[in-house]
């Protein structure tokens, strides 16, 4: 296992003031059960080399489209989308249902095979042709294999590559343990929801708690989210996303994380470059969540991150840009030189981030010192 130090002078996640972003389009549309779903296109930047020429003709760059996770929106993937039109990729985002501006849900259709559908109506309306590039992160990884279990021929004949970030096929591998053993996800699974959708009724109390407690908040996204030294506003814009998804959600959509089993889906992205990434501390969905999806995947380029947590593109934000975008191009190689993924040799790489390692000492070191 090759071992990649990444040094770098600055990181994003140390810049709130790049958590804004004006999307080019905005689009309000329908799934096929009447829920409202906000969703978000970027146009690329130009660029001066010219487009791949391919069978959805010249410039055939492909969309990007980006799937996030549980009680996130689709403001966490801002770093990335920056990076992605940079660097000339159209890129759509949305927000899940129940999620972000997107509308609510029936509680009964917050599940996982809900939200592969409603990729699919996204996809179809935002970029119905030309090769596409998916890339989920949790639950929104779990969205790409739904989507595939019921659209194969789809994922065969449109999707030039797929990265599963932070995610779990479900299965075998528990998806509530939280870190905390499997006698945690039996509680989740007892008492969890019916606590949760109680608490949904106090949501204007909870939210006052919130704003006098932000101790308890900071020490809970922290702790969840993250496996480094992060910023004060990192935690905040973690936070509020968090906070701002419903309880009754929240408890709606625990039993479906909980049972849910695709691995399946996972079949139909056999043969297509696929990229595998996960923070080795993860509490959320932990490092063997993420082996069981190579396994299952034949050629996939797995990428461990060492002191990752769970809301990784946004704790090494450079790192995970920077993995798509190789990603995307080994796709556009391999495709361009007739060069099957089957035949490529399973690669497994760690990568440090000594830019966050030395950022870390230097605040525990002031830590120390103002004791």
């Known amino acids: 296992m090759a071992r990649i130090p990444l040094l770098r002078r600055?990181?994003?996640?140390?810049?709130?003031?790049?958590?804004?972003?004006?999307?080019?389009?905005i689009r309000m549309l329908t799934a096929d059960d009447g829920v409202v779903l906000h969703v978000e296109i970027d146009a690329p930047a130009s660029r001066s080399r010219?487009?791949?020429?391919?069978?959805?003709?010249?410039?055939?760059?492909?969309?990007?489209?980006?799937?996030?996770?549980?009680?996130?929106?689709?403001?966490?993937?801002?770093?990335?989308?920056?990076?992605?039109?940079?660097?000339?990729?159209?890129?759509v985002t949305y927000d899940q249902r129940s999620h972000g501006k997107s509308g609510p849900s029936p509680l009964e259709h917050c599940t996982v095979e809900q939200l592969g559908e409603d990729l699919?109506?996204?996809?179809?309306?935002?970029?119905?042709?030309?090769?596409?590039?998916l890339v989920g992160h949790s639950m929104g990884g779990m969205t790409l294999m739904s989507y595939a279990a019921v659209h194969p021929d789809i994922v065969h004949d449109r999707v030039l590559a797929a990265a599963f970030i932070a995610t779990s096929p479900g299965g075998s591998v528990p998806m509530t343990e939280l870190g905390l053993g499997p006698g945690f996800a039996r509680i989740v699974n007892s008492v969890g929801p019916g606590v949760l959708t109680r608490l949904g009724r106090h949501a204007g109390a909870i939210k006052q708690l919130r704003r006098m407690g932000s101790g308890v908040q900071d020490a809970l996204i922290r702790?969840?989210?993250?496996?480094?030294?992060?910023?004060?506003?990192?935690?905040?814009?973690?936070?509020?996303?968090?906070?701002?998804?419903?309880?009754?959600?929240?408890?709606?959509?625990?039993?479906?994380?909980?049972a849910h089993d695709q691995t399946h889906g996972?079949?139909?992205?056999?043969?297509?470059?696929?990229?595998?990434?996960?923070?080795?501390?993860?509490?959320?969905?932990?490092?063997?969540?993420?082996?069981e999806l190579v396994r299952r995947l034949p050629g996939a380029e797995h990428v461990l991150i060492e002191d990752g947590g769970h809301v990784i593109m946004l704790e090494h934000p450079q790192?995970?840009?920077?993995?798509?975008?190789?990603?995307?191009?080994?796709?556009?190689?391999?495709?361009?030189?007739?060069?099957?993924?089957?035949?490529?040799?399973?690669v497994t790489r760690t990568i440090t981030d000594l830019g966050a390692r030395a950022r870390g000492s230097r605040s525990r070191s002031r830590s120390t010192t103002a004791s």
């Open 10 to 25: 600055g990181s994003a996640k140390d810049t709130p003031d790049l958590w804004g972003h004006t999307s080019d389009e």
């Open 50 to 91: 010219s487009g791949r020429k391919g069978p959805a003709g010249p410039s055939a760059e492909p969309t990007v489209v980006l799937v996030h996770g549980f009680t996130l929106s689709s403001q966490c993937w801002v770093l990335q989308r920056r990076s992605l039109i940079h660097s000339g990729f159209r890129v």
């Open 120 to 133: 699919h109506r996204v996809i179809e309306a935002t970029c119905p042709t030309g090769p596409i590039v």
């Open 223 to 258: 702790k969840w989210a993250f496996d480094s030294p992060v910023t004060t506003d990192l935690v905040s814009f973690v936070a509020e996303q968090f906070f701002s998804t419903p309880f009754e959600v929240i408890a709606a959509f625990l039993p479906s994380l909980e």
């Open 266 to 291: 996972l079949t139909a992205y056999s043969g297509i470059e696929t990229l595998v990434v996960n923070g080795t501390g993860d509490l959320i969905t932990p490092p063997e969540h993420s082996e």
């Open 319 to 346: 790192i995970v840009s920077q993995q798509i975008l190789m990603l995307i191009a080994r796709a556009q190689r391999a495709e361009e030189e007739g060069v099957a993924v089957s035949r490529k040799p399973r």
